[in-house]
């Protein structure tokens, strides 16, 4: 079969200009050479490197976070474990491992799933997940969850599901779209869909011509599902991602190949594609649901649960070279200049529960 861009390219010289959301969605998940569904992305000798692929001491604290929603949402019977996006798998381990610690009849009486959109990262969660504490099932969509209170996470989902993006002409504004360039490379250019202005953010309002605004529909969409569930069974979503907490404006689309930055429309399928979150749009999604959503930076978070005990623990076990490590991975998680000021969690609940570390428990 032809590389990715040259089918895409044939499609564009029949059909005419793709949008951004269905460059992104196509570049992503392609069923044969899409980037989720044929690359190994994670690690040091992949292309990025997550927040759980970083330290065990990730997927531990979500667990702590994940329990205290479960025991301030009134500890529901058969409640739902689900991760949403769970790549190689090693937050659920880590997160398993740590529940069975807290919790072993909690855990027992869950039940665990896994929800992942690419059949060979569900292979790879299945291996990672052997002999974890308890076994997941899979699904690849939401709406396949059985019913029962939901308590969910997701780490790296949002930004990995496409956004549209807007471009200002000197007529208004138009829909971004990538057509065929002098001798049929793939380029950027400003297409003919026009937006709803309603749906752009209110700084798009003074925004200069050539200026690039972002809403990402997809994404709020899945949100909006999440919050259905939780408002109608119970439970509870941590969502952390990188992104900003209001929409702005400007080009946020990149691609990550090998730890560093690539061109967006060379090659796709071989790099990784993402957009910051807007989270605002998120927090709406999930408050017209009646539900409380709040954000917080993920260094703040990490340290409120615990990080700073948790990384003591583990390091009194370990040589010195052990302990430097533990010392790196907390200053990648937390740092300000690392991971702990640009992602962002996004808790989301029943209105009136209370959930560390946004709000100390209810005694
Ligand atoms: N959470 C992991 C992986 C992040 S990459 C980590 O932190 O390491 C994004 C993940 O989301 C991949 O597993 C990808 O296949 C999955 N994904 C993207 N869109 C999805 C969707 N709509 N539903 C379920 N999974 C999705």
């Known amino acids: 079969m032809k590389p990715l861009a040259a089918r895409i390219a044939a499609e564009i010289a029949a059909a005419g200009p793709m949008s951004v959301a269905d460059f992104m969605a196509r570049a992503l998940f392609d069923p044969a050479a899409g980037y989720y569904t044929t690359r190994e992305p994670f690690g040091a000798r992949g292309d990025f490197v997550t927040a759980p692929e970083v330290s065990q001491m990730f997927g531990e604290l979500c667990a702590v976070w994940l329990y205290a929603a479960w025991q301030a949402s009134g500890a529901p019977p058969r409640p739902l474990i689900a991760e949403i996006g769970p790549g190689r798998g090693t937050l659920m381990k880590d997160l398993l491992r740590a529940l069975r610690q807290i919790d072993a009849a909690m855990l027992a009486g869950a039940r665990?799933?896994?929800?992942?959109a690419s059949p060979r990262l569900c292979a790879v969660q299945r291996a990672t997940l052997a002999g974890a504490p308890a076994m997941p099932q899979?699904?690849?969509?939401?709406?396949?969850?059985?019913?029962?209170?939901?308590?969910?996470?997701?780490?790296?989902?949002?930004?990995?599901?496409?956004?549209?993006?807007?471009v200002r002409t000197a007529a208004g504004w138009r829909e971004r779209a990538v057509g065929l360039g002098d001798g049929g490379a793939?380029?950027?250019?400003?297409?003919?869909?026009?937006?709803?202005?309603?749906?752009?953010?209110?700084?798009?309002?003074?925004?200069?011509?050539?200026?690039?605004?972002?809403?990402?529909?997809?994404r709020t969409a899945l949100m909006e599902a999440i919050a259905r569930r939780i408002s109608d069974d119970g439970g509870a979503a941590l969502f952390i991602d990188y992104g900003h907490p209001t929409a702005a404006v400007g080009d946020t689309l990149q691609a990550v190949r090998g730890h560093a930055y690539a061109d967006v429309l060379s090659a796709p399928g071989t790099a990784d594609l993402t957009a910051h979150v807007d989270f605002s749009a998120l927090v709406r999604a999930a408050e017209a649901r009646g539900l409380s959503a709040r954000l917080m930076d993920q260094g703040d978070f990490l340290l409120g649960l615990g990080l700073l005990e948790r990384a003591g623990r583990l390091g009194a076990a370990m040589d010195e070279a052990g302990r430097e490590a533990v010392r790196q991975a907390v200053e990648r998680l937390a740092g300000?200049?690392?991971m702990g000021r640009l992602f962002k969690v996004l808790a989301v609940t029943a209105r009136g529960v209370a959930v560390p570390p946004f709000e100390s428990a209810a005694s």
């Open 186 to 218: 793939l380029v950027f250019l400003a297409g003919a869909g026009t937006p709803d202005p309603a749906l752009l953010p209110a700084a798009a309002a003074t925004a200069p011509e050539g200026a690039i605004v972002e809403i990402a529909p997809a």
């Open 336 to 338: 300000a200049d690392a």
């Open 138 to 166: 899979w699904c690849a969509r939401i709406d396949d969850l059985p019913g029962g209170p939901l308590f969910i996470l997701g780490n790296e989902l949002f930004d990995a599901i496409p956004i549209r993006q807007y």
């Open 112 to 116: 665990i799933f896994m929800v992942e």
